[in-house]
């Protein structure tokens, strides 16, 4: 065993680049799956894309009734295997 102040000493000393070309996103690539339980079908997994997020958000900004602030840690108002719950 190890303690958690090892862990967080261990994460220190291998900080990674997010910037570089290593970590570099296209809209296209898969940011998520969702599960779904199969009304429609068999249950199975939806691969969400950056851009799909990224678009929802956006227009989630737009709407008149939704409000986002800087303190806010959730958007929540359906199932919790909802895609919003993401």
Same mark, same amino acid.
């Given at each position: ?8 000493? $261990? ?36 691969? $969400? ?25 959730? $958007? ?7 895609? $919003?719950?993401?």
């Amino acid at each position: 065993m190890i303690s958690f102040e090892e862990i967080e000493n $261990l994460g220190k000393s291998k900080l990674l680049d997010y910037n570089s070309e290593e970590f570099k996103v296209e809209p296209k690539d898969c940011l998520t799956f969702s599960y779904t339980s199969g009304t429609t079908g068999p249950p199975k997994g939806a691969m $969400l894309s950056h851009k799909n997020f990224a678009s929802f958000m956006a227009a989630q900004a737009a709407t008149k009734d939704t409000k986002f602030g800087p303190n806010d840690v959730a $958007l929540s108002y359906l199932p919790l295997p909802h895609i $919003l719950e993401r």
